[in-house]
Nanobody, 120 residues
């Protein structure tokens, strides 16, 4: 079993930046792909970005060019660098480990989430 702990959320003005981190512990040898989801109030959770074991990445269209996902396999940590933040990026961000089904990432273990609030 893998435990995930996110950090780095907070309050930022529109146009600002934040960097989220997610540290994995436990059965880290089983980790293949990792990803970040977010859930805004009243909305469904959506996949924001994912990264596989060799560093290939995918992004939802709304964050392309602004967000960058990366991972440090030696530290079992995944990051989400968020630049040019917009109020619509406000959400609870969740880290996940999982795999791919027909090319799409699906999380199977989740962190507790970290709040990101972007003020206008």
């Amino acid at each position: 079993q893998v435990q995930l702990v996110e950090s780095g959320g907070g309050l930022v003005q529109a146009g600002g930046s934040l960097r989220l981190s997610c540290a994995a512990s436990g059965s880290t040898f089983s980790i293949n792909a990792m990803g970040w989801y977010r859930q805004a109030p009243g909305k469904q959770r959506e996949l924001v970005a994912d990264i596989n074991s060799i560093g290939s990445t995918n992004y939802v269209d709304s964050v392309k060019g602004r967000f960058t996902i990366s991972r440090d396999n030696a530290k079992n940590t995944v990051y989400l660098q968020m630049n040019s933040l917009k109020p619509e990026d406000t959400a609870v961000y969740y880290c996940a480990v999982g795999g791919y089904i027909v090319g799409r990432f699906y999380g199977r273990s989740w962190g507790q989430g970290t709040q990101v609030t972007v003020s206008s």
